[in-house]
């Protein structure tokens, strides 16, 4: 029926997880009839011969994976990621702007400008978000460059190492949990859901702890069961930022639900898939139109 | 350009060209804002996000900067509106000499590039650029004898290019809408696009100068 592209690189390859869940993902696209093409850097301009791109490797609107999108976006192939979106969610800034002017609840967030790291700001950012608080570099992913810190002199050592990376960070308010959600979305409808278990010795889905790599557990929850508000505060976020594919981070505060962040690109090899077992083929069908698979008109009746 | 003019940054007055101050002029409708370096996280590009954010029309725009300073993005959208660009392809470890490259990664400096003659030049320069092999690169094949030629546009004016080299550059202001970029071109007989780049305003020239603060103090259309 269709040819399917999937970005992918060294890296994607290098993990043996990111293999198995791309092998699942061409199973299903042949299953439904398509043709799965792997593309790599090098090949670049094989994406002006797929019907849609479907982006796994890491995204920055700095590196490859930016041009891929953008060779797919020119050529009008649909493309998950989308460039716009990688532009907005690849910078903590941009992405936390596009969710308030949303009005989506998120943890109280100032943006700290170089030229304003001084003791006397530091102080006044502790007494307006408390403390501990939380510094994200805006190009974090995967909880890198993301630190907790307890004090004036933590936060300055910090941040004057962030600052050297970005002209503008970030400083939130710090919002404990056990685990976050991570929900889902396509097009602005939800795809699938589960728990990413915080790992006792850090407050991040992944840290170095003694010299050891941490991760979050991953626990697949059928969407079904996902509290109202949740689902809703996910969607909310998502559309947000656009239509794509997105991985929505949310806490869950006695029943008021925190956005976190809004991911693109997001794992699917972790067990995501484990409660949603159609989240490949509704991604596949959403690319390369496989009218029986589309998620936005499956799940949004009414939609014209 | 005339208009209403402020600048923001630490301290007022002195020099106009300063590269802790971002101008911003108001012309018909559009918030036009000079700076010396609009990279990705600068606090230009962080100012233009925010009017972007208040649904102001601003010159330039976050989206055009990005793919203005994303080499083979850069090539791609200009080469579909026309204009002559060089041929250019990926590659993570080996390139036909010679060629210029440039580096495709977070760490890759826009306005960074290297002409590699002989392999174990390109050899070195690949090694930086990739990371050691991590990251792909940008490579251009360029013609024996072609020359690399950089000239500084502002809003698409040269100071003293020559007259295709001038249509390029205004051609390219017309696509990417930066105030003040440094066009990288090649010349074989004719000029075709290499790169769209930062430039400092130490590396302009008194004529260079002398049309940016003309712009800036209102002097000039």
């Given at each position: 029926m269709s040819r399917l592209g999937v970005f992918v690189d060294r890296q994607t390859l290098g993990n043996s997880e990111q293999l198995t869940a791309l092998i699942r993902l061409r199973d299903s696209a042949e299953e439904m009839g398509h043709t799965v093409y792997f593309i790599f850097p090098v090949e670049i301009a094989k994406i002006g011969k797929v019907d849609g791109l479907f982006i796994r490797s890491r995204t920055d609107p700095l590196n490859i994976s930016f041009v891929a999108a953008k060779m797919a976006e020119l050529r009008g192939i649909p493309v998950i990621d989308d460039p716009a979106s990688i532009q907005v969610c690849s910078d903590k800034v941009n992405m936390y702007l596009h969710l308030m002017q949303a009005g989506v609840r998120i943890p109280e967030t100032v943006f700290v400008r170089k030229g304003e790291l001084t003791e006397r700001r530091a102080r006044a950012l502790f007494r307006e978000l408390g403390s501990p608080l939380i510094l994200k570099e805006?190009?974090?992913?995967?909880?890198?460059?993301v630190e907790k810190v307890q004090d004036v002199p933590g936060f300055l050592k910090t941040a004057k190492r962030f600052i050297k990376l970005s002209d503008w960070i970030v400083a939130q308010k710090f919002v404990e949990s056990d685990f976050d959600w991570r929900v889902g979305v396509l097009a602005g409808e939800p795809l699938y859901a589960c728990r990413y278990?915080?790992?006792?010795?850090?407050?991040?889905?992944q840290a170095t702890v003694n010299g050891h790599v941490v991760y979050c557990a991953v626990k697949g929850h059928p969407l079904e069961q996902v509290p109202g508000p949740i689902l809703d505060a996910a969607v909310k976020a998502a559309r947000a930022v656009g239509e794509g594919l997105y991985g929505v981070d949310i806490k869950d505060v006695e029943g008021t639900p925190y956005v976190i962040e809004v991911n693109d690109n997001?794992?699917?090899?972790?067990?995501?898939?484990e409660q949603s077992p159609g989240l490949y083929r509704k991604i596949i069908g959403h690319l390369v139109g496989d009218e029986g698979d589309r998620v936005r008109e499956k799940t949004a009746p009414g939609r014209p | 350009m005339k208009g209403k003019s402020k600048a923001i940054g630490?301290?007022?007055?002195?020099?106009?060209?300063?590269?802790?101050l971002i101008h911003e002029k108001v012309r018909g409708g559009a918030t036009y804002l000079i700076a010396e370096d609009y990279s990705y996280k600068t606090g230009a590009y962080y100012r233009i996000l925010t009017l972007e954010m208040e649904g102001r029309e601003t010159v330039p725009s976050t989206k055009d900067l990005l793919e203005a300073y994303v080499v083979p993005v850069c090539l791609a959208r200009a080469g579909k509106a026309g204009l002559p660009v060089c041929d250019w392809g990926i590659s993570d470890d080996r390139v036909p000499l010679p060629s210029i490259i440039y580096g495709i990664s977070y760490?890759?400096?826009?306005?960074e590039y290297s002409i590699v003659q002989n392999p174990e030049t390109a050899d070195n320069v690949i090694k930086y650029v990739t990371g050691n092999g991590k990251y792909p690169f940008c490579y251009q094949p360029i013609p024996e004898g072609a020359e690399i030629v950089p000239c500084a546009a502002i809003f698409g004016r040269t100071?003293?290019?020559?007259e295709p080299l001038a249509d390029l550059a205004a051609r390219v202001y017309r696509i990417f809408r930066i105030p003040l970029m440094e066009i990288v071109s090649v010349y074989n007989g004719g000029y075709r696009l290499s790169s769209v780049t930062p430039v400092w305003y130490s590396q302009l020239s008194r004529d260079e100068k002398r049309i940016l603060e003309e712009i800036l103090t209102g002097e000039c259309r």
């Open positions: 805006p190009s974090t992913s995967f909880s890198l460059r278990i915080i790992p006792q010795e850090t407050f991040k889905i997001p794992s699917l090899e972790g067990g995501e898939d | 630490r301290g007022g007055g002195g020099r106009l060209l300063r590269r802790d760490f890759a400096d826009p306005s100071a003293d290019a020559p």
